[in-house]
């Protein structure tokens, strides 16, 4: 249980809440007391998100969406807001990650990152705008990536995807900081989730399979100089949900228009 209580009697939806990181900012507020709709393509993540949450489940509804899809964003946030009687803050987790040579890269598969990742950020916000306009110190915390800034070769779609969700944050702080809409989005790295151990069942959670000829010279450092427990390479996904739970919250209140890089001192 978390001892902050930040939360308490704050609106969230949560994307991506169907495992890895977006399944721990899930149970993170809900230990500071939110009430909280989790989505996410896979309904049986949002089943073991449920099962995860325990007696907090009370606290949690779940809904599945396609980010990707306008028809299903519409669908889905108008059941989240409905169900929790408004929204105060907003998490865009849901995102794929796909790698590959650049020259083997289709249109279609490069298409597909950032309609996932760029534009599902984009509609699940524009649709959610509304109820944070009318919402308690609202908040967006998006997704980028240390791959918006720093070279990660073979990820050139997913590279491309962050980047624009990062500077598409940049500008809707501007834009709706006079609605009193705060707008930040974190950049992990070296973290374990469905998505960089290939665990994730669906779609919108999908292992980063580098080429088999991966020349590993190519990539900069990306080791985290932070200690981590012996024989473990990335950091659990509550390193990320700590950061995303404190700039959703009210204690974010002058942090507006910029991003946080949470992996370990590894792009210093």
Not at 197 to 216: H, N
């Amino acid at each position: 249980m978390a001892t902050l209580q930040r939360y308490t009697d704050r609106r969230v939806l949560v994307t991506g809440g169907g495992s890895g990181i977006g399944q721990a900012c899930v149970l993170r507020i809900l230990d500071e007391g939110g009430r909280v709709v989790a989505a996410d393509i896979s309904e049986s993540g949002l089943k073991d998100t449920v099962a995860k949450a325990g007696d907090a489940g009370a606290r949690l509804n779940t809904v599945v969406v396609d980010v990707g899809s306008e028809d299903s964003v519409k669908s889905a946030v108008g059941e989240a807001i409905s169900a929790l009687g408004g929204l105060d803050t907003l998490v865009n987790v849901a995102g794929i990650l796909r790698s590959d040579h650049f020259l083997d890269t289709t249109l279609a598969g490069f298409e597909q990152v950032l309609r996932v990742n760029l534009v599902g950020t984009f509609l699940v916000t524009r649709e959610a705008l509304p109820a944070l306009k009318a919402g308690t110190a609202p908040a967006v915390v998006n997704f980028s990536s240390t791959s918006a800034t720093f070279a990660h070769p073979y990820m050139s779609a997913y590279a491309a995807s962050k980047g624009g969700v990062q500077a598409m944050t940049h500008a809707l702080a501007a834009e709706f900081a006079k609605d009193g809409i705060r707008f930040n989005s974190v950049q992990p790295g070296s973290i374990s989730s469905g998505m960089t151990d290939g665990t994730g069942e669906s779609k919108q959670s999908v292992g980063p399979g580098l080429p088999d000829d991966v020349d590993y010279s190519l990539f900069g450092r990306v080791a985290p100089l932070v200690p981590l427990p012996k024989g473990e390479i990335f950091a659990k996904p509550d390193a990320v949900a700590n950061v995303v739970a404190m700039l959703g919250s009210p204690d974010a209140y002058f942090v507006s228009g910029t991003e946080v890089r949470v992996d370990g001192g590894a792009h210093m």
